[in-house]
């Protein structure tokens, strides 16, 4: 049912423990201001709080997991090692084309893919607008909620996308690449953020600029995901498909 008022949106008892309609209000408000309509998808049916959103991240693998080795086995090191060459062999145009016009090796690449969609397996089960508004309410990094909501209704506005047709993961990161909205917004290489090949010329574009900032290939999948567990299980991964390059050769 739809209503006239963000505040009718906190009716049920677990939805008054999980928002705030005075900072939905607000949150609607800013929008109105940058003339993006933010009011009528929070009257949408599907439109709903995602509670204690900020617990998902306060207890990610990156942040309780003391060692690689542990990470490596949260991430299913093991089983990516094995299949990493088959990926490889069934995208090896795209990933040499991205090679050769971005200067990322392919490996990492797919490393990349592996690790962040089990190979364009698991895209999320969230959806990026709820995400957002939910640590919006909830308070959890509503700086960064708000902005990457404002990338996410531009993006969608400028491709007629319906936003509650996307799927994501509870950070609201899209696709196979899992991109925040501001990396879609400037990095993402292609229409269709659901085919294959524009997510590796994508990663390739983004790890290209990271690497012109920080110098390295290292720091630049570091600023994919701010974890040195995380950069450290992607090379490895990298590393190893690299292995199984050089033995089919």
Do not use: C
Request: hydrophobic fraction near 35%; proline fraction near 2%.
């Amino acid at each position: 049912m739809q209503s006239n008022s963000v505040e009718a949106y906190d009716t049920s008892a677990d939805e008054k423990s999980a928002s705030d309609p005075d900072r939905l209000n607000s949150l609607v408000e800013y929008f109105e201001s940058k003339n993006l309509d933010l009011k009528s998808l929070l009257e949408d049916s599907r439109f709903e709080i995602y509670d204690s959103i900020g617990d998902r991240f306060r207890n990610s693998a990156e942040r309780r997991t003391p060692t690689l080795e542990e990470y490596q086995r949260i991430l299913g090191f093991e089983d990516k090692k094995r299949r990493i060459g088959g990926f490889m062999e069934n995208n090896s145009e795209a990933l040499q084309k991205a090679e050769e016009e971005y200067g990322i090796p392919g490996s990492v690449i797919a490393a990349i893919i592996g690790v962040e969609s089990d190979f364009g397996q698991n895209i999320g089960r969230f959806n990026p607008l709820n995400a957002y508004v939910s640590m919006y309410s909830e308070d959890y990094r509503s700086d960064f909620a708000r902005a990457q909501l404002e990338e996410l209704l531009i993006f969608t506005e400028r491709k007629g996308i319906d936003v509650f047709e996307l799927k994501s993961s509870y950070a609201g990161a899209m696709s196979f690449a899992q991109f925040i909205p501001y990396s879609v917004n400037r990095w993402w290489v292609g229409d269709d953020i659901f085919d294959m090949d524009n997510n590796i010329y994508s990663i390739a574009n983004y790890l290209k600029h990271f690497k012109e900032v920080t110098g390295t290939l290292e720091g630049a999948v570091f600023r994919y995901n701010p974890s040195s567990l995380y950069r450290d299980a992607v090379l490895a991964l990298a590393a190893e498909a690299e292995k199984i390059v050089s033995v089919s050769q």
